[in-house]
């Protein structure tokens, strides 16, 4: 089981209005949406940041290699 945490998003009207459009579109609720992107959001930033992170490595691995000596 896990903890659920709330958060609190200000917005300015547009873009919460058309968050409530999507949401009426879809058939789901507001925080279902949000919770969607946000999942989505930190998957694609976290692989590109473990990309970057590959390319770093092996643009340094020699250097990397010496430091673990």
Do not use: C, I, N, Q
């Amino acid at each position: 089981m896990y903890e659920l945490y709330e958060l609190t998003l200000s917005l300015d009207p547009a873009l919460r209005h058309a968050l409530d459009d999507l949401a009426d579109a879809s058939g789901r609720r507001t925080e279902e949406v949000v919770l969607e992107a946000v999942r989505r959001y930190l998957g694609e930033e976290g692989a590109a940041v473990r990309a970057h992170a590959e390319r770093l490595a092996l643009s340094h691995a020699g250097l990397l290699r010496r430091l673990g000596e």
